[in-house]
C-alpha cells in the first residue's frame, strides 16, 4: 500500500500541486468576476507574485512564509496603483486594458537582469509542501465565503447585477470594485509564490496570454456564482492535459473551445446550484409518476 502511494506521489505530485495553485487562481478572477469585472490581469499578478517569493528565496535567507507574503504584497500594490485609472473601464475595454498590463510586465521581466531575463530563474529552492498548498487555498475558500456573506460581499452582488442601480443606493462603486481587484491580485500572487517554489524554474512564458486565459477559462467552465465552482473548473481543467496527453499542443484551442461552449450551452458554468436542484426535481417527478 505504502509502496503504492510512493509510487503515485512520485509520479503525480506536481499534478496535485497544480490542481491547489490552479484552484486558487481561479478563484482570484472569481473575485473580480463576483464584482462585475472582467480582468485578465491576474496571469500578470501571479508572474510578479512568483518572481518576488522566488527572488526572496534565492539571494536572502529570510523564511518561506516572508516570501509567501511578498508574493501577496507586491501584486496588491501594482493592483491598487494601476486599478485607481483602470477601473473606470468596463467589460471589453477593462479587458483589453488589463491584457495590456500583462503584456507590459511580462516585456518588463523579459529585459531585467534580475529577473533572469529570457532564460526566467533556475534552481528556486523546492520549499512548497502539500500542507502549504491544503492550508492556503483552503484559507482563500474560508474567507471568500465569509466575504461573500458579508456587507462587502453583498455589494459586490449590488454592483454587478446593476451598477447604477447600486451607486444610487449608495455603494461606493469605484472602492469596492477597487478591493475586489487588489483582493485577486493578493490570491494569485501567493499562488504564483507557491507555484515557483515547486517547479524550481520559472520565465516570462509561463505568464502569459495564454496563461491569463487558461485562468478564466478554469473559472467560467465551473461557474462563478459560487466558490465551488471554479475549484471544479479548475481540478477538471488541470487533469484534463493528463488524460488527452497525446492532444497537448492543441491545449490553447481545446481550453478557447471549451470556454465558448460553456458561454453557449452551460452559461453559469457545469456548477450551477439553480440547476442541478431542477434537474433533481424533475427525476424525484419522473419517479413520481
Excluded at 465551473?222 to 479548475?234: F, K, V
Aim: net charge positive.
Amino acid at each position: 500500500m505504502f509502496d503504492w502511494w510512493e509510487g503515485f506521489w512520485a509520479t503525480y505530485n506536481t499534478v496535485v500541486f497544480s490542481i491547489g495553485v490552479n484552484a486558487m487562481l481561479a478563484l482570484s478572477i472569481y473575485l473580480t468576476l463576483s464584482c462585475g469585472l472582467l480582468s485578465l490581469a491576474n496571469a500578470a499578478f501571479m508572474g510578479i507574485g512568483a518572481y518576488a517569493a522566488a527572488l526572496i528565496s534565492m539571494q536572502t535567507s529570510l523564511p518561506f512564509p516572508a516570501a509567501l507574503a511578498a508574493a501577496g504584497i507586491l501584486p496588491a500594490l501594482v493592483a491598487l496603483i494601476i486599478g485607481i485609472p483602470t477601473l473606470r473601464l468596463s467589460g471589453v475595454y477593462l479587458a483589453m486594458a488589463t491584457l495590456g498590463f500583462g503584456e507590459v510586465v511580462r516585456v518588463i521581466v523579459l529585459n531585467m537582469e534580475i529577473t533572469g531575463g529570457p532564460m526566467g530563474l533556475n534552481g528556486i529552492p523546492q520549499k512548497t509542501e502539500f500542507w502549504h498548498i491544503v492550508l492556503l487555498l483552503s484559507l482563500t475558500l474560508y474567507l471568500l465565503a465569509r466575504l461573500r456573506r458579508s456587507k462587502t460581499g453583498r455589494a459586490f452582488e449590488a454592483i454587478k447585477a446593476d451598477e447604477v442601480a447600486a451607486r444610487l443606493m449608495g455603494v461606493n462603486v469605484p472602492a469596492y470594485k477597487l478591493l475586489a481587484f487588489v483582493l485577486g491580485a493578493v490570491i494569485a500572487g501567493v499562488a504564483g509564490g507557491l507555484n515557483a517554489h515547486y517547479t524550481f524554474t520559472i520565465g516570462p512564458g509561463n505568464y502569459a496570454f495564454e496563461n491569463a486565459v487558461d485562468i478564466l477559462t478554469m473559472a467560467v467552465f465551473g461557474g462563478t456564482g459560487n466558490l465551488i465552482g471554479p475549484t471544479i473548473g479548475a481540478t477538471i481543467l488541470t487533469l484534463l492535459p493528463e488524460v488527452l496527453r497525446q492532444f497537448k499542443d492543441f491545449r490553447l484551442a481545446a481550453n478557447g473551445l471549451i470556454l465558448v461552449l460553456v458561454i453557449l450551452y452551460l452559461p453559469k458554468g457545469i456548477w450551477d446550484p439553480r440547476r442541478i436542484r431542477a434537474f433533481r426535481q424533475r427525476r424525484k417527478t419522473g419517479k413520481a409518476t
